[in-house]
Structure formats: structure tokens, C-alpha cells
């Protein structure tokens, strides 16, 4: 290793995604592994709109490992955190950078700690698969610092066991999260069903209905039914494999009648009234159009993710869900529509006057009914690429002390801009 008196500090930082899950996995069959019941497929989410970035580094300065999230430190010392740990640390190999002079044998990898700091451009917990995106950064990122060989899929075993979506935020596109069989889930992991440019007509748009944390955690909610479920082992035995089988199918020949019989079907996780009404919205427009136009799915929270088969398609949608649930009348539009926003000037939005002047769905039943401020805000995104290394100038700890940099408290609010 470098003379320890140099106080060097190495640092990589890393972009992933985060991912939505259109056939989802609900419980596991090994809760410290994170191995779930039924093989899943997600579609990635655009990283510029939906990410996590994270900077991780080494010194032998460094007392003990250390994490930031959000600009506030956190503990680690939870299994999950050192799950990823030990498993990438065990697979780490020589570092020769002779740019800084730092030479770091496998050896060395033992005795060294690790600073970390991460951050959502999404409000994290709150049902966008915060945790999914976080750990798939997390175990990229040390991957990139520490040299580890693993490709993608075996990265992807190891990112299972901090958030059992994480696995699936290693690829861009679609990717299919395989149940694997092996107790010890060596063959629990993802591989890419299409790349993000497969089927790049499709628009994505979230309707983000509280930023608060959810009231129950996936894992809680997850452990509960498999405890006292025996639908759920129906489900994961019978109905799942047959809606793999045929979403793999759909997404290949971009069939997006089949992709969105098959989204709508598996999202059987509603939490508010709110879920009722676009689902009532969506159903009804597809049943008028005699062929699905949007499909809808509900993660962990109580977001709605629906998913436009078009650009044109979106524009009409983002009309609908704005003449529903139009923001505040002290809101400021940019601040209500999210990531892409040139879908607001196709749907004829460019101010929050055009949301008073918008033709009343014919979908609904009362034009006067409207949901003020049930939306927080919509995301309007796409299906998106896989991690990324970062350039330097993209550090989140400063490279002299490995210390955070000064919060920025409009980080994530900047990169969704």
C-alpha cells in the first residue's frame, strides 16, 4: 500500500437508476438473502430523472466505514449495509493507480475503511424504490473503487441482498430478476430482458402522491403475507411463471395491448382513494379506445406509475390527470411537473392557466369534481439506461479529506429540473 503518511484518499463516484417493477415479486423465501418467491421484470426509470448518485472512498486515514444519505450521516452497521460489504470486499483485487501513486493489494482491502455518500434526486422511502436504486449505486460504485471482476448479473447477486429490487437497477431497459433456486442464492439474480433503446416510444409518468415514508416497509408488508397468505403461493407458483413468460413475449415484440393487460393485472397494491380514481380513469379510456392506451402499476407507495404507449398518447394522458388533479392554486407548474417537462407543451400546458381551460375527460362522470393537491407532483420520464461511472467534478466527498461537501439542499430538485 502507499506510504500511509501521503493521507491519499481514492474515490469513484457512480449514477443508477431506479427501476418499476410491472410483474412484481411480494415475499421471500430466505429474508436475510432477500430471496423472493416468483421471478420479476421491472423496466428501468431515465437516471436523469430517477437516481441515485453515490461517492464512495478509501483512505487509510479513515478510522471506520461511514455513510451519508442526503447530507445526514447514517449508521451501517445494519446486516444489509454489511452484507454488500463484506461480499464486495471479499471480491476485491489489486489497485494500481500510478497517476496518485496509490498501489492497494487485495491484502490491503482487508484493513481499509470506506466513506460513502449517496443521494436521491427522488424523495427517498416514499414508494419510488429509493432503497432499490441506492444499494444498486452502492454496490456499483465500491465494485468500480475496490476492482472487482463480477460482471453486471453477478454484481447483481450481491446487490440483491441490501433491497431485492436493487438486483434489477444493474441493467438498463427491462430486466427479469431470476428467483434462482440455490439456497444459498448464488443463481438469484437479473439479466436484461432489452436494452433501454428496445422500446424507446414508451412515456412514463408518475404520480407522486405523498413524499412521506411509507407507513409500512416493503419488508414488513412483504413478511406478513407470506406468513398468512396462501394466495400468495398460489400466485407465486402458478400464475407468475405463466405472466413472465408472456410479458418476456410482449416486451420483445413490443406489444403493448399484452405488456399492459399484463402490468395492470399483477398491480394488486392499492393505498388510497386516489389509486381507484386513475385506475377508474385508465380502464375506462382503454375500454373507449377498444385497445390499451396507458397502463397503470403501484409500487411499495401509493405512486401511481403509468405507463403511455406514446408520446402522443402521454400528452393526452398528463391533460387528463391535470384536469383531475390539478396542483394548488399557489403552485408554481415547473415545481408540479417533473423531469421531462416538453411533455407539458405537447399537452398544451405552458402555465398554470391552461390547467383551468383543459377539456373535461370524457372518462369521468362529474367534470366539477376535481382532486385539488391530491398529487404532490407527476414525473414525466421514460425507460432508461443502466449505472454509469461519474467524472471527478460529479464527487459528493471532498477528495482532500473524504468528508461531505456542503449540503446542497436542492440537489435532487436541481437534477429532476
Known amino acids: ?120 434526486n427522488f424523495p427517498t422511502a416514499a414508494g419510488l424504490a429509493s432503497s432499490a436504486a441506492g444499494f444498486a449505486c452502492l454496490v456499483f460504485a465500491l465494485g468500480k473503487l475496490m476492482n472487482v471482476k463480477e460482471d453486471y448479473s453477478q454484481l447483481s447477486a450481491i446487490a440483491r441482498q441490501g433491497s431485492g429490487s436493487a438486483c434489477r437497477s444493474l441493467y438498463g431497459g427491462f430486466v427479469k430478476w431470476i428467483m434462482g433456486k440455490d439456497e444459498k442464492g448464488t443463481d438469484s439474480l437479473a439479466v436484461q430482458v432489452a436494452d433501454e433503446k428496445h422500446w424507446d416510444e414508451l412515456v412514463i409518468v408518475i404520480a407522486v402522491v405523498s413524499s412521506r415514508q411509507k407507513e409500512t416497509s416493503s419488508t414488513t408488508g412483504m413478511r406478513d403475507t407470506v406468513e398468512t397468505s396462501l394466495l400468495l403461493q398460489h400466485r407465486a407458483k402458478e400464475i407468475v411463471p405463466k405472466r413472465i413468460l408472456k410479458m418476456e413475449e410482449a416486451i420483445k415484440n413490443r406489444d403493448f395491448a399484452s405488456f399492459a393487460q399484463l402490468t395492470c393485472t399483477d398491480s394488486n397494491q392499492f393505498h388510497a382513494d386516489l389509486c381507484f380514481r386513475i385506475i377508474s380513469l385508465v380502464e375506462k379510456w382503454n375500454k373507449a379506445e377498444g385497445t390499451p392506451q396507458v397502463a397503470y402499476t403501484f409500487d411499495a407507495g401509493p405512486n401511481a406509475v403509468l405507463i403511455a404507449r406514446n408520446r402522443k398518447t402521454a400528452a393526452l394522458l398528463v391533460q387528463k390527470l391535470l384536469f383531475c388533479f390539478p396542483p394548488n392554486s399557489d403552485a408554481d407548474l415547473n415545481s408540479f411537473v417533473l423531469g421531462d417537462k416538453s411533455i407539458l407543451k405537447d399537452a398544451g400546458v405552458e402555465s398554470p392557466e391552461d390547467i383551468e381551460t383543459l377539456p373535461p375527460p370524457p372518462e369521468i362522470k362529474d367534470p366539477s369534481q376535481k382532486f385539488r393537491g391530491d398529487v404532490s407532483y407527476f414525473i414525466c420520464t421514460r425507460p432508461g439506461r443502466g449505472p454509469v461511472v461519474l467524472s471527478d467534478e460529479s464527487h459528493l466527498l471532498n477528495p482532500e479529506t473524504g468528508l461531505p461537501k456542503p449540503t446542497q439542499m436542492a440537489v435532487w430538485i436541481m437534477l429532476l429540473g
Open 1 to 120: 500500500m502507499a506510504d500511509e503518511s501521503r493521507k491519499w484518499v481514492l474515490m469513484v463516484t457512480a449514477q443508477t437508476p431506479t427501476n418499476i417493477a410491472v410483474i412484481k415479486y411480494w415475499g421471500k423465501r430466505d429474508e436475510k438473502l432477500i430471496l423472493p418467491v416468483n421471478d420479476s421484470i421491472s423496466v428501468t426509470l431515465d437516471p436523469a430523472h430517477l437516481c441515485t448518485t453515490t461517492t464512495v472512498s478509501v483512505s487509510p486515514t479513515f478510522d471506520q466505514d461511514r455513510m451519508w444519505l442526503n447530507g445526514e450521516e447514517i449508521s451501517i452497521s445494519g446486516g444489509r449495509f454489511q452484507s454488500c460489504l463484506r461480499e464486495i470486499r471479499s471480491r476485491a483485487t489489486d489497485v494500481d493507480d500510478k497517476e496518485k501513486g496509490i498501489k492497494i493489494t487485495k491484502k490491503d482491502w482487508e484493513n481499509l475503511h470506506v466513506h460513502i455518500s449517496s443521494y436521491n
